[in-house]
């Protein structure tokens, strides 16, 4: 089972409002930081520090792979 640190998804919510900054007068996120946001929190609340991958919805588990993937290449 693979797994997801918080840091990493920090890092990764991070890269998409970079890629994607917030807008409208909420400053509402992207859809991919935003589908990482939620299991972020999550994690706080709980005081989680890993979360296997496949808890994440479809969204968080495509956004953190395409971060990976481009950590990797650069």
Known sequence: MLYVTI???EAAIN???SQSPAE???LRLCLEASALAKPYALMIVQGAQRV???VLDEVARSAIKQFIKTKQTT
């Open 15 to 17: 890269y998409w409002r």
């Open 24 to 26: 409208g007068e909420e």
């Open 7 to 9: 840091q990493e998804l």
């Open 52 to 54: 296997p991958l496949d």
